[in-house]
């Protein structure tokens, strides 16, 4: 499906089991991972007070057809400037495509403009465009899973402002502190952030300010240990009292965990929704599937009894592809950012995941999609994932092309054992609220013991 997602009915969060009782405000908007936003695509020359990773007028595309045929026209114009007749205005042209076919997905093609227009950039002698247009280079290389290649071009870009370009040494820190936060280079992010937020500080621009304390904020909860901490807890003392191995267990298990659970579901910012027959593309689900079969057999790890595997293209293609965002907002009524991290999973027979809470650097949503189920014929039982809230133990029993939103830092979550025969391969994507709120420990409550 391309576009934005139509309104479709889903069915209640969740089945109650017989036996129960009872906005990263950036600047730099089309750079979020893995799936930017849209935009309006009217270039123009980048300005001295514009944003060089934005490039002059920037905006937020209502709909994803229209970026679409806003990147169609550029290309039809670009198709009519007569050769080397306007370097200028092809470089600018190129640019602006390579960012629209990025928000699009299309990450091998806007690193075909993108570089055309870096080539166009450095033979002018134009080092402020050579800048902008490395980072967003730099970005769809990351998008598409090349973070070497990505990370070279972040840090070249850095280099050459603070030599040739002072005011553009902010950007450039941001744009990298961004990527060194998403691969786990949490120590540098900080440096890098902190150092763009003092030089915005002194320019005196509130909303640069804003958006990098709202990054440098994310890298020091994601640093903090007390966090952390805090999620093996609770986890630890879930796993003493109850279990997703043994739903036989959980009525008895229940009455001792009622009163702190009611605790959990009463700060949590969504509450568990399970989603069926949205109209995701089958073909992009199929892709993704296959993909993460590869990537579980390939590089994958076993992490709480399950296996885990990074989302390559066919996960960002689908992300760019499906606004995500819409669909977590619609369901949930809470307003985020698009998604800034994925993950495959894959279950095979016997394998089980425990009830735990996630850490706090997933985000204040997330969003588990079902890209293959199999089970044998006539099965009476299936493995499901199940969620624990202040009434109980609930199910969703996931399909391919199902999915389940929920708040997995505060939602104590699991999946009971699969059964003979029995297989299943996911991908969870972690969503940030677009308020910025963040989870602070003063307002959690502690593991009881």
Same mark, same amino acid.
């Given at each position: 499906?391309?576009?934005?997602?139509?309104?479709?009915?889903?069915?209640?969060?969740?089945?109650?089991?017989?036996?129960?009782?009872?906005?990263?405000?950036? +600047? *730099?908007?089309?750079?979020?991972?893995?799936?930017?936003?849209?935009?309006?695509?009217?270039?123009?020359? +980048?300005?001295?007070?514009?944003?060089?990773?934005?490039?002059?007028?920037?905006?937020?595309?209502?709909?994803? /057809?229209?970026?679409?045929?806003? &990147?169609?026209?550029?290309?039809?114009?670009?198709?009519?400037?007569?050769?080397?007749? *306007?370097?200028?205005? =092809?470089?600018?042209?190129?640019?602006?495509?390579?960012? !629209?076919?990025?928000?699009?997905? /299309?990450? +091998?093609?806007?690193?075909?403009?993108?570089?055309?227009?870096? #080539?166009?950039?450095?033979? $002018?002698? /134009?080092?402020?465009?050579?800048?902008?247009?490395?980072?967003?280079?730099?970005?769809?290389?990351?998008?598409?899973? *090349?973070?070497?290649?990505?990370?070279?071009?972040?840090?070249?870009?850095?280099?050459?402002?603070?030599?040739?370009?002072?005011?553009?040494? *902010?950007?450039?820190?941001?744009?990298?502190?961004?990527?060194?936060?998403?691969?786990?280079?949490?120590?540098?992010?900080?440096?890098?952030?902190?150092?763009?937020?003092?030089?915005?500080?002194?320019?005196?621009?509130?909303?640069?300010?804003?958006?990098?304390?709202?990054?440098? #904020?994310? &890298? +020091?909860?994601?640093?903090?240990?007390?966090?952390?901490?805090?999620?093996?807890?609770?986890?630890?003392?879930?796993?003493?009292?109850?279990?997703?191995?043994?739903?036989?267990?959980?009525?008895?298990?229940?009455?001792?965990?009622?009163?702190?659970? %009611?605790?959990?579901?009463?700060?949590?910012?969504? @509450?568990?929704?399970?989603?069926?027959?949205?109209?995701?593309?089958?073909?992009?689900?199929?892709?993704?599937?296959?993909?993460?079969?590869?990537?579980?057999?390939?590089?994958?790890?076993?992490?709480?009894?399950?296996?885990?595997?990074?989302?390559?293209?066919?996960?960002?293609?689908?992300?760019?592809?499906?606004?995500?965002?819409?669909?977590?907002?619609?369901?949930?009524?809470?307003?985020?950012?698009?998604? @800034? =991290? !994925?993950?495959?999973?894959?279950?095979?027979?016997?394998?089980?995941?425990?009830?735990?809470?996630?850490?706090?650097?997933?985000?204040?949503?997330?969003?588990?999609?079902?890209?293959?189920?199999?089970?044998?014929?006539?099965?009476?039982?299936?493995?499901?994932?199940?969620?624990?809230?202040?009434?109980?133990?609930?199910?969703?029993?996931?399909?391919?092309?199902?999915?389940?939103?929920?708040?997995?830092?505060?939602?104590? @979550?699991?999946?009971?054992?699969?059964?003979?025969?029995? $297989?299943?391969?996911?991908?969870?994507?972690?969503?940030?609220?677009?308020?910025?709120?963040? %989870?602070?420990?003063? /307002?959690?409550?502690?593991?009881?013991?």
């Amino acid at each position: 499906m391309a576009g934005r997602l139509r309104d479709h009915p889903s069915r209640p969060a969740v089945r109650r089991r017989a036996h129960q009782p009872g906005r990263d405000r950036s +600047e *730099d908007h089309h750079h979020r991972h893995p799936r930017p936003r849209l935009l309006i695509l009217r270039p123009r020359p +980048e300005g001295p007070g514009s944003d060089p990773s934005a490039g002059g007028r920037r905006g937020q595309c209502s709909d994803r /057809n229209e970026l679409a045929c806003a &990147v169609g026209r550029l290309q039809e114009e670009l198709r009519g400037l007569p050769r080397g007749i *306007d370097p200028a205005r =092809t470089r600018v042209l190129t640019r602006w495509i390579g960012i !629209g076919l990025m928000c699009l997905g /299309n990450h +091998e093609d806007a690193r075909t403009f993108l570089r055309q227009s870096l #080539d166009l950039a450095a033979a $002018s002698g /134009n080092t402020g465009a050579v800048i902008a247009t490395r980072l967003n280079l730099a970005d769809a290389h990351r998008y598409s899973g *090349d973070v070497r290649t990505a990370d070279a071009l972040y840090r070249s870009a850095l280099t050459t402002a603070r030599s040739r370009h002072p005011e553009l040494v *902010d950007f450039a820190l941001q744009h990298t502190g961004k990527h060194l936060m998403e691969r786990g280079d949490l120590a540098e992010a900080r440096a890098h952030l902190r150092e763009a937020l003092r030089l915005r500080i002194a320019k005196g621009n509130t909303e640069l300010v804003e958006s990098t304390q709202a990054a440098l #904020d994310r &890298v +020091e909860l994601l640093l903090g240990e007390v966090p952390s901490e805090w999620s093996r807890r609770w986890t630890s003392w879930l796993q003493a009292r109850t279990t997703a191995r043994t739903p036989a267990r959980w009525a008895k298990d229940f009455p001792a965990l009622r009163g702190a659970v %009611r605790g959990l579901t009463a700060l949590q910012r969504v @509450h568990p929704r399970h989603l069926c027959d949205q109209p995701f593309p089958v073909e992009l689900i199929a892709a993704m599937a296959e993909e993460a079969e590869k990537a579980v057999a390939a590089d994958g790890h076993l992490h709480n009894g399950k296996w885990n595997a990074a989302v390559g293209d066919a996960a960002s293609r689908f992300a760019g592809q499906v606004d995500l965002a819409a669909v977590v907002a619609r369901s949930t009524g809470l307003e985020v950012e698009q998604p @800034h =991290t !994925g993950v495959y999973i894959g279950y095979k027979e016997a394998q089980f995941l425990d009830f735990h809470l996630d850490e706090f650097g997933f985000g204040e949503a997330n969003l588990i999609l079902c890209l293959k189920d199999e089970r044998p014929t006539g099965a009476l039982t299936a493995s499901t994932t199940v969620f624990i809230n202040a009434e109980g133990y609930f199910e969703c029993d996931l399909r391919a092309g199902d999915c389940v939103v929920f708040d997995g830092a505060l939602t104590p @979550h699991g999946r009971t054992p699969l059964g003979s025969g029995e $297989s299943a391969t996911l991908v969870s994507f972690g969503f940030r609220a677009r308020d910025q709120a963040l %989870r602070a420990l003063t /307002n959690l409550l502690p593991a009881p013991r």
